[in-house]
């Protein structure tokens, strides 16, 4: 089965004649992968305002075009879609429950063939795919090297960076003079979250489009602006759901696309990424780009390659001597940490280089291979930089914690890249969090909270609810409502006690949750846990866990509401490592002189899971060897799972040769029985 579909999709685009009598913006239907997807499209307001900032001449316009949030009809509350259309196609992500798909315009795959220009291009996130120079779809090698070995870090390049610089070649030191600061920036609240107020900031950013990268879409500014803002938007469902303070709840981080810029030539004023050669040069060149916003983020169509050996590859992209498709300026904590990432003023570096804008980051949608790669791939680079900008390093190859790989995939900080998406791909490992729970503490003056506004679907502020206008409220929230009432909108309708959109103590008939022990939060590292009090729809604010309650996953328990003790500890019992390697990675007891899995010892969690030992820890008798948070212990390196006692599967083999053997010399004196009586 190929990794993909080309499909034809019938469109529908509602006139705003009557808006009071439309239910949606736009609508597109088409079959893939043996399914019926019937989108059900609506504008997305902010980007109708968004600040798009052109030259030639010099120019600020606000988008001629859409872009679109939406859902899948009879999915309300378990899809989402995001995208625009490119000449009547629609490009973006539909997720579905755990499956993300990707809708690419095959004019944009397939720009040689006109026969294909109406149609989209559909992939899921768990298919790896490649587009090449001859605009065809392939499958990647088994070895995804080809792509995955291109993020980089480009603060740290060659060991080097502005301070090694500055001290090998006698610049001035580095100052610290300031720019005045950007504005506030915007703030989410989510529903499962009781966060107070501070928690809920944003990172403002712009979107940069270099001249290839305009070249790229046919110099049409309205391609190039919704391709920028679903890679912000992208990135913005990550970090809303990402819990960076380490209290188990999301911090409705958001990051937030406020202006879009596109360089149309090499010749637009003030332009200086014409002569980079790499992707470090790059980045550096668009460090001297003087603005105040959280980040600004370049995307690029320029080619990676290491050699240049014939003149006639040269086309409207660019060519990059280099092997990465994303750096950018990574800040590290403390008062004499490196500068760099969110909210960075303009800071003066020398007289020769002058000011530097450090909040910055680069990212091309070309790999090495000079071949433009997939939506999955770029939306998972830029997400990746921002990572960096946020103070996040790469993942630790050796460490099975925060690099667990296997079946799951790897954590969005991973030093490789992927061309299809695994179930972590998209999440911050533990590693990187911690990291970037201190820049945000440290560095996050920049983040601040937004204006709000009733009708896109989302509760912001003082809002109690936000189903968006009347048509489309009762599939989103019909405890709500919507934007357009002739009272006001945004409020919880009359009858209805809350909604369970916003709440998790909430019932779809939108009505409290009446169940006094239904548990609404629970935090795996800090011993805290919230059930539903039966009178309101809020969670209550968390207490201690009882004691014995698993944390941790389940490798240790709560005790006086520290994360310190075991199954074992708990029962008078010694923590011990059993022995037989396919029990290494449970948690075991030590009784009567033997080291017992918890659960060979009849002790289970309250939900009647077994004690396992925490992802990261040692098993095996090899080094290279760790437990992967399912019970069982794999090699770091080839990522296999390392077998049980071979004397165990030595002993049952050996039963089973004796019992073929016996049974045979049955069969045979039976036959030898018989055959001497029928003489």
Known sequence: MMPYEIVSAIVTKTQNFY????????????????????????????????????????????????????????????????????????????????????????????????????????????????????????????????????????????GMNFENISSQRNEIPLRWMKIPSAPKYFSYLNRVANKSGDADRACQIEMVADHTLYEYFNKDIDDVSGFLYLHAKYTDS??????????????????????????????DPEYTLASAKDLHELLLKFSMRIQSHCLSICMSNRFIVVNVTDASYVSSFRWFYSQTIGQAFRPSPGRRGAPGGICQTPLWYSRRLGWRSLNTAAVTIRNRGGNRMPLVTTLLAVAHEIGHSFGSDHDPFDDLFCSPGGDRGHYLMH???????????????????????????????????????CGNGVREGGEECDCGWEKICGDLDPCCTPSDAPKGG?????????????????????TVESNEGALCFRSDTHCLISRCDGRT?????????PDGYPCKGTSKTCKGGE????????????????????LSCYVCCSKDDQCLPAHGMGLETPWGGRFVALEGTHCGTSGNHRCDGAGNCVDVKSRKVKDGDKSHDALWWTLIILAVVLLSLVFLFLYLLRKQLTR
């Not at 899948?72 to 997720?95: A, M």
């Not at 759901?241 to 010749?267: C, E, H, Q, W």
């Not at 061309?419 to 983040?447: H, K, T, Y």
């Open 238 to 267: 990550i970090f809303r759901k990402t819990d960076f303070d380490g209290d188990g709840l999301p911090d409705n981080m958001r990051i937030v696309a406020k202006k879009i810029t596109v360089y149309k030539s090499v010749n």
């Open 563 to 582: 994360c310190n003790s075991t199954v074992c500890t708990d029962r008078d019992l010694e923590d011990c490592m059993c022995e037989d390697v396919g």
């Open 415 to 453: 030093p490789k890249s992927t061309s299809s998406r695994r179930e972590l791909n998209e999440v911050f490992s533990p590693c990187s969090r911690l990291q970037m729970g201190r820049i945000i503490r440290e560095r996050g003056g920049c983040l601040g909270a937004p204006p709000t506004y």
């Open 19 to 158: 808006p009071s009598e439309k239910y949606f913006d736009a609508e597109v239907q088409f079959e893939a992968f043996n399914k019926t997807f019937h989108l059900l499209l609506y504008e997305d307001l902010k980007f109708r305002d968004m600040e798009i900032e052109s030259f030639q001449p010099s120019t600020q316009i606000r988008a001629n075009s859409t872009f679109y949030e939406g859902i899948l009809r009879n999915k309300t509350f378990d899809s989402s879609v995001s995208g625009y259309f490119h000449k009547g196609t629609f490009c973006g992500t539909v997720t579905e429950h755990r499956t993300m798909y990707f809708l690419e315009p095959a004019s944009i795959v397939y720009p040689n063939d006109s026969s294909r220009s109406d149609k989209m291009v559909v992939y899921r996130s768990e298919d790896s795919v490649e587009w090449d120079d001859e605009a065809d779809i392939k499958k990647t090698s088994k070895d995804r090297s080809v792509i995955r070995d291109e993020f980089s870090n480009g603060w740290n390049r060659n």
């Open 537 to 545: 729809a809020t969670c209550p604010a968390p207490t201690p866990s």
């Open 490 to 510: 945004c409020a919880l309708r009359n009858g209805s006690g809350c909604s369970p959109k916003e709440s998790p103590c909430c019932k779809e008939d939108c």
